[in-house]
Each structure stands twice: as C-alpha cells, then as structure tokens.
C-alpha cells in the first residue's frame, strides 16, 4: 500500500482521560510504523510523547469546567483577557450554561491549524477525527480533505445512562443540555467515514446518529499485547476480584458488582481501580450492603501497576450496563486473567471473540455473583479460560492487525476521493438517507 499522509484531530489525548487518548497513541505509532506519515493536532490533557509521529501540535482548551470548583482558576493566566477571543468566551459562557464545549471548540481550532497548513502548502490524504465531531470538521472537508472518525459509542448512550443517574426534573435538564450529541450526528452523516470498535455499537451509531450502514466500518480497538501480558512468576489470588471502572458511571455496573460482593463469601474481596475520594459512589454503596471492609480502591494507577493488578487478580469482573469495546476485558485476558463480563453491548463480542471469560446477564447482583462464585471455585477453568484468551487477543486484538485494517479503510476513501474530484461532496455522504430519522431525537446544535 502506498504511504499515506494522515492527520489526527482529537480533543483529549491522554491515555488517562480514556480510550480515546490510547487509541490516538497506539494507532498513530502502528501506522507510522508502517511507513504512514502522521502529523496530530490534538488538545489536553496531552499524549505521552510520540516521537513516531511527523509532528504533534498541542491546541489550546481552556478547561473551564475546572473553574466552577476553583474560581481562582476561571480566568486564563497570565493574560486574563484573552477570556474575551471568541472561542475562549464561548467555552467560558457554554460551559456557565452547563453546556459541554469542548468538541466544537477544538473542531474549529484544528480547522484553523489545518487550513494554516494547507495555505503553506502541506498535503494530506485525509484526516482522522477522533470522537470529537465537531462542526468545524466540516469546515476540512469543505477544503478538500476526506474525513473519517472514530466513534466508540454514540454520545447518545451517555446521555441515556447520565438519565438514569438523575434524581431531579433540574438533572435531567442538565443531561439534556450537556450531550452534544445532535452535532455529532449532524457531522457523522456528512463525512466519507465512520470507524466504530463493535458490531452493537455500529447500530447504535445507524440508529441515534442515523449514519448510513455502508457508510461504518467495525475495526475493533486494539490491546497493547506487548505491555498486557502474563507473568509467569506473579503470584495469582485465589480470591481477588479486580474491576476496572468508574462508580459515578452508571454504563459501568459498579453498584451491581458491589452488590455481587455482598452476596459472596466473605473471604473474597475487591479491588477497584477508581478515582479514590471520600464521597465515592463504590464506598457508599458497600457500606449500605455490608462489604465496606472487602472493598479496596486503587485511585489512578500507571499502567505498569495495572498490568500487575491484572496478573495478580483471580478474575476481572466488567459488569457493565453498556460497552461499545470493553477494553479492561481485552487487557485482562491480553494477561492471562478470566474475565466475568456482562452480556451487554460489545462486551459478547469481545469475549466470543478471544474466549477468555464467561457471560452472565446485564444489571442483577446474582447473576454476577453466581458466574464469579464458579469460576472461584474452579481454578483449571481459570487457568484455562486464560490461556484461550490470551490467544485470542493476539490474533484477533493486536495493534498492527487493527493499523493494517484501518489503512486499509484509508485506501478506499482516499480512492474515492480521487475518482469524485470536481463532483459535489454532498453526494458522498449519508446525509440525506439518515437527516429524518436522526433529526426526530438529536436536533442538530453546537452545545
């Protein structure tokens, strides 16, 4: 295949803010490493360092929301007047209005630093968009660059879960405000492509976002099989159940596996890698049922310490309500470690898949407590269950298999983009077949 030149636009690029900042990292140096140029625009929190890459170019965000829990922080430093530029005045009073401003306003960032670029004569054959989808991708495609985008699920299964968290009418008007998820189904429709990591997540991206079928393509997130691995000297627990998961999302089922514990013998305990604070929403609800004393939390760990979180646990638990991938399951059975999932989004996919772990139904506390309970009992089948899935993440859930099938989604849009030159963009979108369905739940709106 002939090296391409890619530009990547994503908003957060940490690896701790979450599977977009992984993603972002692992496929920019697999696809370097198959002699792809990739140059990335990208806003805080920043990447670790890519020294693979052509070029990274940090934009700015001004991280307002920060400011609402520190009002020393709310004005830019050291020039606080730069709160009056457009942009930053617009983040600053959507975010007052409780809206969520960060995609838009780093779309329209990275359209002003692509379209800099292309003035002084740079050349690329597409861009990628990493779950941001803000309006001003539009605007790269109006200069003649194709666009592709990864979405892991829709924000409209966010908005779905953030509902159920509500306990007020004044919530449930703040998750109808903050999710802007019309935007994003108003740009998914009108670009060349859209990468997605499950088969449940591809309907859900047809269904919300109202993005024509043949218009996604399913290429499954990757695990870093080099770092995610067994370790033959790691002493395995024969009663650690690990969880990574956030107990203030209610997509990721912790309450229901806090309940499982309680339901377990009393020898086994839990460890959850979880921001650690005294209000936590996992040590509120163990105290109520009971297991407080069998509930450890981590705080944010490196990812050296996870990989021996994993080596060390008896099983992984992944309990939650909705996954577009389920990377912790992937992680764990990358090291050798049994994971109970819920059979709910990606998570059955991933572990039919790879054959690492077993499948109990979504949402009931005894459900997951049977399914952990035999497999506590059973440590051939642990040992078993382990080795099939780290077979099965190699051959099915490596980086370079996800690059190569990504590159090759590259190829045909940059095919396509050759053969319809002087022709309308417009025609090459799902935008009309999609607009209608789409339009009824997710009206089109920057905030």
């Known amino acids: ?19 977009q900042g992984i993603y972002l990292w692992f496929l920019a140096r697999e696809l370097a490493r198959l002699g792809h140029r990739v140059d990335v625009l990208v806003g805080p929190p920043h990447p670790d360092p890519m020294p693979f890459a052509n070029s990274v170019s940090h934009l700015p965000n001004q991280q307002f929301w920060a400011g609402w829990f520190d009002r020393a922080s709310l004005l830019p430093r050291p020039r606080p007047l730069r709160v009056f530029s457009p942009l930053n005045f617009y983040e600053l009073a959507a975010s007052y209005l409780g809206f969520l401003p960060e995609p838009f306003a780093f779309s329209v960032r990275a359209l002003r630093a692509i379209a800099s670029r292309v003035r002084r004569g740079a050349r690329y054959d597409l861009v990628h968009d990493v779950q941001c989808l803000g309006y001003g991708m539009l605007g790269v495609r109006a200069l003649g660059l194709p666009v592709v985008t990864t979405v892991h699920h829709p924000l409209s299964v966010d908005r779905r879960a953030s509902f159920v968290r509500d306990q007020s009418i004044q919530d449930a008007l703040g998750t109808m405000t903050f999710y802007p998820a019309g935007m994003q189904a108003f740009v998914a429709r009108r670009i060349e492509r859209v990468f997605t990591s499950s088969c449940a997540s591809a309907r859900e991206i047809e269904r919300d976002f109202g993005v024509a079928a043949e218009r996604i393509r399913m290429v499954a997130n990757g ?36 309940d499982a514990l309680a339901l377990l013998p009393r020898s086994v305990r839990l460890t959850l890698v ?17 297991c407080a004393d069998r509930l450890r939390i ?13 080596q060390r646990a008896a099983l992984v638990a992944v309990p939650s309500r909705y996954e577009g991938f389920g990377l912790p399951a992937a992680e764990a059975m990358a090291c050798a470690t049994p994971v109970v999932a819920s059979n709910a989004g990606g998570l059955r996919e991933v572990l039919e898949t790879a054959g690492g772990g077993v499948l109990v139904e979504p949402n009931s506390p005894e459900a997951l407590a049977r399914g952990i309970a035999n497999l506590l009992k059973r440590p051939k089948l642990r040992t078993e269950l382990g080795e099939r899935g780290r077979k099965g993440v190699e051959s099915a859930y490596g980086w370079p298999q996800v690059a190569r099938a990504t590159a090759a989604v590259y190829g045909e849009v940059v095919e396509e983009a050759r053969a319809r030159r002087g022709r309308p963009a417009s025609r090459t979108t799902s935008a009309s077949a999609g607009r209608r369905r789409a339009r009824k739940s997710n009206p089109p709106s920057a905030a």
Do not use: H, Q, W
Not at 3 to 10: D, E, K, N, S
Not at 233 to 248: D, H, K, Q, T, Y
């Open 1 to 19: 295949m002939t090296p391409l030149r890619i530009c990547f636009a994503a908003y957060r690029g940490n690896m701790l803010c979450g599977g």
């Open 223 to 258: 695990v870093d099989t080099e770092l995610f691995r067994p370790d033959p000297r790691a002493r395995r627990s024969a009663n650690e159940i690990l969880c990574v998961g956030r107990a203030s999302d209610p997509n990721k089922g912790v309450k229901t596996l806090i």
């Open 274 to 290: 979880d921001d650690d604070t005294p209000g936590s929403a996992a040590r509120v609800r163990a105290r109520r049922a009971g």
């Open 298 to 310: 981590t705080g944010r760990v490196s990812n050296e310490e996870l990989v021996r979180l994993y």
